[in-house]
């Protein structure tokens, strides 16, 4: 009984700490006039995948390593078909073309850049796919190549405004909220993990099952809370750049540090799922590119919806 309340109080303690730590690191970057597309981009977007981040890094050191994987493949396919599904339901999700033709693109790079470094027997006939650490390094290298176009950008918009919705706060008192943040994820990262690799043992399933499905909705819960107000609020940019950002994030930063870390063994069966990562994304860029307005509409939205309803139903039947 005590592993189900730590694995719920995980997910409680998880969210809560990453929205302390975006709260925090924005007021901070608002404070140095940062636009609020890239806060978007990059702090929230970091933010938010930081349950990720450190439920991989508590997964990897563990062995569990079809968690982490899993949780990186089913928070992307989440962020996309279930929190942009959402968001576009609430408002149609207009953006700016340089989201179509530059960030969206790169998401769905990083996840073929994820299959091709990942299938090294398929590729190259190697006995065991692993995603190595010196995959982990390219895919940082990426990241990087990610990050100088960002800072690009802040150059190029206007700071952030006070619709951004950012709260603003003293410096000491933001710095209190990353700390206290960043103790939170790593403790609820801890609980989900282990309250994961339970549950999977009691019910006969793979860690794979649980990581896809009950981990990857858990930890994309700040996403779809950030993007959902957003979209309510007609901040288009953050709902947008939230998700792609962080999508950018759990493979170039997320998975990449877990195998710089320890290398990840990669089941061939989760090549599905990438599939699956690399046809949101596509969809994504074709509904956005197809619109002379680079607009997700509400049927659009619902169609990701019915997606994602459909992808979960086949997991648990193959589960």
């Given at each position: 009984m005590l592993?189900?309340?730590?694995f719920v109080a995980g997910?409680?303690?998880?969210?809560?700490g990453?929205?302390?730590l975006v709260d925090g690191a924005s007021s901070i970057a608002a404070r140095f006039n940062?636009?609020?597309?890239?806060i978007g981009l990059t702090i929230v977007a970091f933010g938010t995948s930081a349950p990720e981040l450190f439920v991989n890094l508590m997964a990897s050191f563990?062995?569990?390593?079809?968690?982490?994987?899993?949780?990186?493949l089913g928070s992307n396919i989440a962020n996309v078909l279930l929190i942009l599904g959402v968001a576009a339901v609430i408002y149609p999700l207009s953006v700016q073309s340089s989201t179509v033709w530059k960030e969206?693109?790169?998401?769905l790079l990083a996840a073929i850049a994820l299959w091709v470094l990942a299938n090294d027997a398929l590729l190259d006939g190697a006995g065991n796919n692993f995603i190595s650490r010196g995959d982990g390094l390219i895919l940082l290298g990426f990241f990087s190549i990610f990050m100088v176009y960002v800072f690009e950008i802040s150059l190029r918009h206007k700071p952030?405004?006070?619709?951004?919705?950012?709260?603003k706060m003293n410096l000491f008192r933001s710095v209190v909220y990353i700390l206290l943040g960043l103790t939170g994820l790593v403790f609820g990262g801890k609980w989900i993990v282990d309250g994961a690799v339970h549950i999977a043992g009691l019910l006969g399933v793979s860690e794979s099952l649980i990581g896809l499905t009950v981990v990857a909705v858990g930890t994309s819960l700040p996403e779809l809370a950030t993007s959902a107000v957003a979209a309510f609020r007609r901040n288009v940019d953050i709902a947008i750049g939230n998700v792609v950002g962080s999508n950018i994030f759990n493979v170039f930063f997320v998975l990449a540090t877990s195998a710089t870390i320890k290398p990840l063994p990669f089941n061939a069966g989760s090549n599905f799922d990438i599939y699956v990562v690399i046809l949101s994304s596509a969809l994504l860029f074709l509904f956005m590119f197809a619109g002379k307005r680079h607009r997700l509409?509400?049927?659009q939205g619902i169609m990701f919806l019915v997606l994602y309803i459909g992808y979960t139903a086949m997991l648990v039947v193959k589960g």
């Amino acid at each position: 009984m005590l592993m189900y309340i730590l694995f719920v109080a995980g997910f409680i303690i998880l969210i809560k700490g990453a929205d302390l730590l975006v709260d925090g690191a924005s007021s901070i970057a608002a404070r140095f006039n940062i636009p609020s597309l890239v806060i978007g981009l990059t702090i929230v977007a970091f933010g938010t995948s930081a349950p990720e981040l450190f439920v991989n890094l508590m997964a990897s050191f563990n062995g569990n390593t079809d968690i982490a994987i899993g949780n990186v493949l089913g928070s992307n396919i989440a962020n996309v078909l279930l929190i942009l599904g959402v968001a576009a339901v609430i408002y149609p999700l207009s953006v700016q073309s340089s989201t179509v033709w530059k960030e969206i693109p790169f998401s769905l790079l990083a996840a073929i850049a994820l299959w091709v470094l990942a299938n090294d027997a398929l590729l190259d006939g190697a006995g065991n796919n692993f995603i190595s650490r010196g995959d982990g390094l390219i895919l940082l290298g990426f990241f990087s190549i990610f990050m100088v176009y960002v800072f690009e950008i802040s150059l190029r918009h206007k700071p952030a405004d006070d619709e951004s919705g950012i709260k603003k706060m003293n410096l000491f008192r933001s710095v209190v909220y990353i700390l206290l943040g960043l103790t939170g994820l790593v403790f609820g990262g801890k609980w989900i993990v282990d309250g994961a690799v339970h549950i999977a043992g009691l019910l006969g399933v793979s860690e794979s099952l649980i990581g896809l499905t009950v981990v990857a909705v858990g930890t994309s819960l700040p996403e779809l809370a950030t993007s959902a107000v957003a979209a309510f609020r007609r901040n288009v940019d953050i709902a947008i750049g939230n998700v792609v950002g962080s999508n950018i994030f759990n493979v170039f930063f997320v998975l990449a540090t877990s195998a710089t870390i320890k290398p990840l063994p990669f089941n061939a069966g989760s090549n599905f799922d990438i599939y699956v990562v690399i046809l949101s994304s596509a969809l994504l860029f074709l509904f956005m590119f197809a619109g002379k307005r680079h607009r997700l509409e509400r049927w659009q939205g619902i169609m990701f919806l019915v997606l994602y309803i459909g992808y979960t139903a086949m997991l648990v039947v193959k589960g």
